[in-house]
């Protein structure tokens, strides 16, 4: 079982940068592919970005490529998500989540086993 906190969120202008972090319990991050999702009101949860467990290769969605970075600290159990030129319409809640496909980096929400509460960014114009 892991948990998984997301905290970092909150009110920033257009052209602000934010950096979200998700600490996880247990003993077996390092294997689990972690990802970033949004979900604005009335809308599907959005895949913004995921990190593999192993290699640490990364995959993005062309929403946020150039704009977002993830990385993660193993050693910290903790993953990122840096957001820079911020867009009102990245205004959502922010979740992290995990996945027991070890190895993979999966994009879609039914591949993800573990999920945060989720973190409010809001983006002013």
């Known amino acids: 079982q892991v948990q998984l906190v997301e905290s970092g969120g909150g009110l920033v202008q257009a052209g602000g940068s934010l950096r979200l972090s998700c600490a996880a319990s247990g003993r077996t991050f390092s294997s689990y592919p972690m990802a970033w999702f949004r979900q604005a009101p009335g809308k599907e949860r959005e895949f913004l970005s995921v990190?593999?467990?192993?290699?640490?290769?990364?995959r993005y969605a062309d929403s946020v490529r150039g704009r977002f970075t993830i990385s993660r600290d193993n050693a910290k159990n903790t993953v990122y998500l840096q957001m820079n030129s911020l867009k009102p319409e990245d205004t959502a809640v922010y979740y992290c989540?995990?996945?027991?496909?070890?190895?993979?980096?999966?994009?879609?929400?039914?591949?993800?086993?573990?999920w945060g509460q989720g973190t409010q960014v809001t983006v002013s114009s």
């Open positions: 989540a995990a996945s027991r496909l070890s190895g993979s980096r999966p994009r879609t929400v039914y591949e993800y086993d573990y």
């Open positions: 990190i593999s467990s192993s290699s640490g290769s990364t």
